[in-house]
DNA sequence: TATACTAATGACTGGTTGGTCATTTGTCAA
DNA sequence: TTGACAAATGACCAACCAGTCATTAGTATA
């Protein structure tokens, strides 16, 4: 494990349990026994540390949540898919989960609170699209509203997972949210979020499309992050798309679901995705 | 003012805008003009502070939302004013609101983390008697569930109010929810929160009752803070009817009805009304 | 073995924190 | 005017903070 990874690991635990502030650089470079000094050969800062985390779960969470809404190709099952992905990933990283829920929006760091509201943003943007495909027309005066009521589950479910340890029935808790966020589209005629407010919220351009420099820029040092030869091969293969077109669509779908579950690939294979339109 | 309460509002505004943790009580005591160690003489450590904080805006929220729950003589609008209490509420404290946002079960504080636990399971219990008095064996599965899709609702959309400054139609906010907690009572059926799990979320006794001295007490300390001589009498006739019983229910609910709306009664108010059954 | 290099250390700095307390100021009654 | 008491002050303290940097340890090449 590289000494970044380690740092970062230990940071999550502490910052899960005492919170950011709280948590000071001694601890975090006591905790994973190195000296105070290799944390600054790693990080430039604290802050830059926490902004590391938060992009390195919400990379994660964002595509896992994106690939269940784009993939799935049974339209009764897709909310249950939905939630069970997000809980999911809630589940198996909730000591960042934990992080989040408690540090949102609330320090006075201007980068990280952009850095949340961007992915709050694309998290808006995948559940809409969930939605349109659902409901269509049918939810078309209320579909805003939708986007809150289900970010509203998510936050209060996700409060009794992180905060009591419970055996909890996931498949119970998916079943039971999807039904609801059902419920809410049939029968909801009174929307509160109108699109213009809506698009208030959301003014600065969100999810900027990426240039194919900055995808094989950054398929570059994915590249020479990874060992797995499988994964390493598919990425280069898909840099080497990029540069020069010439693999058909499917053997290019086909490398994407490869690297697809790679914990270090998620996010470029969420852009790449989006790049190549599947 | 009392310096109590000039510290209070100066202590609000500062950890409204920069959170508890990141706010010195040297800035605190600047802001409001005072020395720091006159700080000391109010409260015992910044701790202490933040705890009469919560206790103070947190009895005004419980106590506005049990009245309303309580004395609405009109179903139909029951979830409509509750929610306007709510927000009404969030909206007069935004700053405070802003701090129980942000400072959630994340502080190291044991003491502040119980105190949120008992405001939340109070909470619970009015919300609860809401839907048992609006649906009652036709939710019977779901209410459970339905608690939390309200809070969840609240949180969501207190979080636009919160941290966007736009022009906001409560009126249309709270219809808009009204109408989503009508539909998910009336046509929800798979529950995820059995009695059996939120019993075990409410394990703690919440609600402890309170004993005629202990309000007695209570009466008594109230009586010294405030002027207004309508709710200085009608506090004191009610502390004598607890003492020796002698006025007709008419005339305590009257009296009660006088204090209701004095932001340093709320509290006892509340208590008051559950002691004598209203 | 000698050299050149990087990785890692932890004592240190300048600054801030929550909290204390000897001292001063203000306010009464005598 | 005096004296007694309470209210208020702010210099001060030990503890801790993020971040630095001269020094050392480790490693690979020649």
Redesign the interface.
Known sequence: MSKKQLIMESALELFAK??F??TSVQQITDHAGISKGAFYLSFKSKDELIIALIDHFMMQFTSDIDWVVKNSNNDTELLYDFYNAAFASFQKHSDFAKIF????????NEELISKMRHYDKLTDKIILSMIDRLYGEEARKVKY?LI??I???I???SH?FL??N?PF?LD??C???A??TN??A????????TEE?FQ??TTEQSYEEVTAEQLIELLGQTIEEIEEPIEKESLTLLKQQLIEPSLSPAIVKGLLENIRNHPHCKWVSYLLRGYFGF
């Open positions: 005492q919170g502030e709280a829920i408690k540090e949102q929006s609330q320090t006075p509203d809150y009521c970010k509203g589950f936050h209060v479910y009794l905060f009591f419970l029935d119970s808790l079943r039971s949210l039904q609801k419920v809410l049939k029968h909801s005629t009174i929307p509160f979020i407010l208030t919220f």
